[in-house]
C-alpha cells in the first residue's frame, strides 16, 4: 500500500534527519578521551557469523536442564553440529526473581536443579559451545535481574560455569536511562574482556539506536531490528518497513519486512560483528517450503547470524532439510564476509527483488537471489552487466533446484519462479 505524498515527504525528511544525526553522533564518539575506549573492541570471536540454537522462538521463558541437554544431544545426532550449529543457547527462564544476599543472579533450581555449570559442562562434553541470557537493564524480558550495575559480577560469575557465549537484551534499558545504551552495552563488554574467558557477546538492542553506527566498536553481534515472529508476510510493523523507521523495537517482524529494513544495512555487515536479523523460525510456525527456503536464504547471504528456533528435538523432516543445506551454509559462512545488496533496478517493488554480492571460497564468485514476493508466478530476465562485479566465463549453478543453468551470457533468465520462492545462483569458476 502505497501512503499519501504528505507522509511521504515527512517519512524522507526523517530519514535524512536520523541518518544526519548519527553521522554526527559517530563523528563524536572518535572524540571520547582514550582512556574511556583502551581496549575496547569487539570479542574477535566473530570471523565467521555465528551458527546455533537458542530457546526462545520455541519455549519462550519456560526452559529447563531437560529441554537445554536433550537439545544439544539432538544437534549432534542429527548432524547439525556438523554442519557448524555449534552454539546452544538458553535465553529467558534460567535465573529466578531475586538476587541473593551476595547479589548474585540466582539459578531457578526447580528448572536446573544441579544449576548451570554442570548442563555447560555436558555441552562441552558433546563439542559444542554454550550461552545464556541476560539484560543491560534492571530487569530482562522475564522480569528477572538484569545485569545493569552488577556487570562485573554477573561475567565472573558467567566465566566461571564456563559460559562461551552472551546474548545481552534492552527490556529493562528503559528503567536504567541515566546511561546512554553505548554506554550500558559498553559496560558489559569490559566485564567479558575482564574475565579472561572467550565469551561470544551479541548485543539485543533491537535496532533502537541504529546499532550498526555503533555497536562493532565492541560487540560480535547485534541486533538490528525488532524480534522476528513465525510468519512470511504478515507482521506489527504498522507500516514501519524500513530500517530508520522510528518504530524499529516492536515485536512481531515479518521474514519479508526484516528482509525489507536489511536493504539499508547490508552494506555495514563486516567480518567481526554482524548485523544479527533474529532467530531462525524455520520449523516454527507454518511457513510453506518455498517460503523457509526464501527465510534461509536471506538470512545466509545477508551473513546474519543462522541461529535456530524451532524445537529440533520435534522439527518436521522438511524444515530440517532447509537448515541443513550445505551450500546455502557455504554463502553464510564464506570467507569474503561480504553480504548481498539489494538491487533497485533490477527489482520490481511488490512483485519481485534482486540481491547480489561477491563471494570468495573455493571456486563460487558471486551469488545473485531472486525472489518473487507478488501474487503471481514469474519469468525474470536481466543484463548480466547490470549486476556488479561479474565476470564473463563463470558457469551457474541453481542451488535449491541443484542444477547447473551453463555458462554466464549476456542475461539471465528465470523462467516460472513461483510466488515466494527465491532462485539462489552460485557463479563459479570453471
Known sequence: MIAPKPELEFYDVTIFLLRSCYKIATMKLNLVPLALVSGVSAQGLATKPQMGWNSWNSFKAIINESIIESTASTIVKSGLASLGYNYVLMDAGWQTLERNEEGRQQVNLTRFPGGIKPVADYIHKLGLKVGIYSDAGIYGCDFAPGSYGYEELDAAQYAEWG??????????????NTLSVQERFHRMSHALKDTGRDIFYSLCEWGHQFPWFWADQFSDSYRMSGDIHSQYKKDNSNGCATAYCLNTGYAGVSVLTMI????????????????????????VGNMTR???????????????????GADVNNIRER?????????????????????????????????YQVWAGPLKSGKSRHVILVQNYGTDALDISFPVKEVPGLDAGLVIRDVWAKKSLGKLGASITLKGIEVDQVKVLVLSEK
Not at 525489507?260 to 531462525?280: C, H, N, T, V, Y
Open 163 to 176: 559460559i562461551d557465549y552472551l546474548k545481552y537484551d534492552n527490556c529493562g534499558g528503559f528503567q536504567a
Open 260 to 283: 525489507r529494513k536489511m536493504r539499508e544495512i547490508s552494506r555495514f555487515q563486516k567480518p567481526g560483528s554482524w548485523a544479527d536479523m533474529d532467530m531462525l523460525e524455520v520449523g
Open 290 to 308: 518455498y517460503q523457509e527456503e526464501t527465510h534461509f536464504s536471506f538470512w545466509a547471504a545477508l551473513k546474519s547470524p543462522l541461529i535456530i
Open 319 to 351: 524444515s530440517l532439510e532447509v537448515l541443513k543445506n550445505k551450500e546455502i551454509i557455504a554463502l553464510n559462512q564464506d570467507k569474503l564476509g561480504v553480504a548481498v545488496n539489494y538491487l533497485p533496478s533490477l527489482s520490481k517493488e511488490g512483485q
